[in-house]
C-alpha cells in the first residue's frame, strides 16, 4: 500500500505529540501549535489529525462531544520503539556526551559539533536509502527522520546559545569552523598532485 506523505503540518503535529509522551486533547494541541508558531486553524488541524488517524498514526479517543485526546499508535510504528543498534549508540553517544561537550575546549566543542553532524547526515542517509529498499517502511523512516533530527538540533542550539551569550567564544568557534573549511578544501576538494 502507497501511503501518501506526510506535509509539513503533519510533520510538526507528530514531533509535537511525540514530545507530549501521551495523548493531548485538541484544544490543548492546537494551543501548543499556535504557541510554536504554527499557525493552524480548528478545521485545518481536524483534518490533518483526521488524515493521521486514517493513517493508523494516531489513535483518536473520544470521551463526549468537547473531550477528544490523540495519542501515537506505537503499535503501527515498531520501528520506532525498537531502535535498531545503530540508533541506540547514536542516542546513547548524544547523552552521554552532553556534559562532556559543554566542558571541552572552543576547538573540541566545534570538532564534536563537526562530528554529530556527520553522524547525523551519514543516518538521515540510511533512512533516505531505506525507503527505496522497503519502501513499505517509508512512512516510519520519515518518522525516524524528524526524531533523529530533533537529537542533534538539541545540541545545536544549546552550543548557538552559548556563543550568543559569549562573543569570545562565538568568535573562536568561527575561526575554528574556518580552521575545517580550510581543511577540507585542502584535503578534500584540491586533492595532491
Known sequence: ???????????KIFSLL?????????????????????????????????????QGIFIRKEEGKQNVSYTINYDRFKSLNNLSETEK????????????????????????????AIMQELYLLKLDLLNFSEPENKLENSLQYLTTDRYFDYYRKRFLKS???????????????????????????????
Open 1 to 11: 500500500m502507497d501511503e501518501p506523505p506526510l506535509d509539513d503540518f503533519c510533520k
Open 18 to 54: 511525540t514530545a507530549a509522551s501521551g495523548s493531548i486533547r485538541f484544544n490543548e494541541l492546537h494551543r501548543a501549535l499556535n504557541r510554536l508558531n504554527v499557525k493552524i486553524s480548528k478545521p485545518t488541524l481536524s483534518e490533518h489529525l483526521k488524515h493521521l488517524t486514517d
Open 89 to 116: 549508540n547514536y542516542v546513547d553517544y548524544l547523552k552521554k556526551n552532553e556534559e562532556i561537550l559543554e566542558s571541552q575546549t572552543i576547538g573540541d566543542q566545534v570538532t564534536s559539533m563537526h562530528m554529530l
Open 163 to 193: 556563543c550568543e551569550e559569549n562573543k569570545q567564544k562565538c568568535d573562536q568557534a568561527l575561526d575554528e569552523i574556518e580552521k575545517l573549511v580550510d581543511l577540507y578544501i585542502e584535503t578534500v576538494f584540491e586533492p595532491k598532485k
